[in-house]
Nanobody, 123 residues
Framework: VQLQAFGGGLVQAGGSLRLSCAAS????????YAWFRQAPGKEREFVAH????????YYVDYVKGRFTISRDNAKNTVYLQMNSLKPEDTAVYYC?????????????????WGQGTLVTVSS
C-alpha cells in the first residue's frame, strides 16, 4: 500500500487542522493505521492508532481529548483531526500502515509510510 499524507500548514495556537492520509491499493481495509510525528531535533514519536475496522483507537496521553483519528474505508483515507493545537505540536506528521493485529505504537511495527506533512503552530 502506498500512502500520501497532506493537510499540514501554519496555524495559530488554539486552532485546528485536519490531516488526511490517502492510501492506494485494494487492501486498505486490511491494515491498521497510525500517525506519528517528528519535531526538529527529536525522534519520531507515536501519536494515534486506529484498528483495521475503526472500532478501536488509541492516543498518546498528551493529545488525548484534542486529537481524533478516524478512517473511511470507502475512501481509502485515514484522518487526524487536531484541535486546540499547541506550539509543541509543531512537527512533521507521518501516517503509517501495519498488518500487526492489536495495538501497535512503535515505528518498527509499521511497514508502510507516507512522506510526511508539516504542521507548524505559532504562539
Amino acid at each position: 500500500v502506498q500512502l500520501q499524507a497532506f493537510g499540514g500548514g501554519l496555524v495559530q495556537a488554539g486552532g485546528s487542522l485536519r490531516l488526511s492520509c490517502a492510501a492506494s491499493g485494494r487492501t486498505f481495509s486490511s491494515y491498521a493505521y497510525a500517525w506519528f510525528r517528528q519535531a526538529p531535533g527529536k525522534e519520531r514519536e507515536f501519536v494515534a492508532h486506529i484498528s483495521w475496522n475503526g472500532g478501536s483507537t488509541y492516543y498518546v496521553d498528551y493529545v488525548k481529548g484534542r486529537f481524533t483519528i478516524s478512517r473511511d474505508n470507502a475512501k481509502n483515507t485515514v484522518y487526524l483531526q487536531m484541535n486546540s493545537l499547541k506550539p509543541e505540536d509543531t512537527a512533521v506528521y507521518y501516517c503509517a500502515a501495519t498488518s500487526t493485529t492489536g495495538l501497535a505504537t512503535r515505528a518498527y511495527e509499521y511497514r508502510y509510510w507516507g512522506q510526511g506533512t508539516l504542521v507548524t503552530v505559532s504562539s
